[in-house]
T-cell receptor
Framework: AQTVTQSQPEMSVQEAETVTLSCTYDTSESDYYLFWYKQPPSRQMILVIRQEAYKQQNATENRFSVNFQKAAKSFSLKISDSQLGDAAMYFCAYKGVNQGAQKLVFGQGTRLTINP | KAGVTQTPRYLIKTRGQQVTLSCSPISGHRSVSWYQQTPGQGLQFLFEYFSETQRNKGNFPGRFSGRQFSNSRSEMNVSTLELGDSALYLC?????????????FGDGTRLSIL
């Protein structure tokens, strides 16, 4: 079974600085998708960024970018120019292609605090 | 376009009762998935529906069930409630079941069991 591990329960960063959240996963599949979701106190899970495993190029969405290392099974999220609105729980998630196409496997989450 | 709508937002039940939660997906989305979120277990997959058929089920007891209607709306039911069923239940929708389709989540239903 696939597993996702986020080793940092909490992180903090100064406003306007850069922070990197770590995620590792375990799978025997060769094709899959990886996601970062953000969950603010309002509870709604918001998709931040998506990466297809067959693409070597790291995904980027404005201030958010990933460092995808397939061989190392690592998928970290970098947030540049941190803003107060970035404060939230961040979840790394895995989705396989072959089994249950819409089943997301989540990590335990990292709580990100932005210091003004 | 309206997002994923879950009702009710909060629910309080007692042990032994049953509960039904509702999820209306984004217009045009035909795939619906449910997740349970607790502080101890984190986010766990419950089940996935597409075209009124359950395509995948997580490791939950048979007390947890669901269904999807022809308009893609989905309900999940939990019977004989236990204290451990207290959780945030999240629904997510996507255009279809293909793996690359991103899932969009609702605000969840907070279920408390007394």
């Amino acid at each position: 079974a696939q597993t996702v591990t986020q080793s940092q329960p909490e992180m903090s960063v100064q406003e306007a600085e850069t922070v990197t959240l770590s995620c590792t996963y375990d799978t025997s599949e060769s094709d899959y998708y990886l996601f970062w979701y953000k969950q603010p106190p309002s509870r709604q899970m918001i998709l931040v960024i998506r990466q297809e495993a067959y693409k070597q190029q790291n995904a980027t969405e404005n201030r958010f970018s990933v460092n995808f290392q397939k061989a190392a099974k690592s998928f970290s999220l970098k947030i540049s120019d941190s803003q107060l609105g970035d404060a939230a729980m961040y979840f790394c998630a895995y989705k396989g292609v072959n089994q249950g196409a819409q089943k997301l496997v989540f990590g335990q989450g990292t709580r990100l605090t932005i210091n003004p | 376009k309206a997002g994923v709508t879950q009702t009710p937002r909060y629910l309080i039940k007692t042990r032994g009762q049953q509960v039904t939660l509702s999820c209306s997906p984004i217009s045009g989305h035909r795939s619906v998935s449910w997740y349970q979120q607790t502080p101890g277990q984190g986010l766990q997959f419950l089940f996935e529906y597409f075209s009124e058929t359950q395509r995948n089920k997580g490791n939950f007891p048979g007390r947890f069930s669901g269904r999807q209607f022809s308009n893609s709306r989905s309900e999940m039911n939990v019977s004989t409630l236990e204290l451990g069923d207290s959780a945030l239940y999240l629904c997510a929708s996507s255009l279809g079941p293909e793996g690359g389709q991103p899932q969009h989540f609702g605000d969840g239903t907070r279920l408390s069991i007394l």
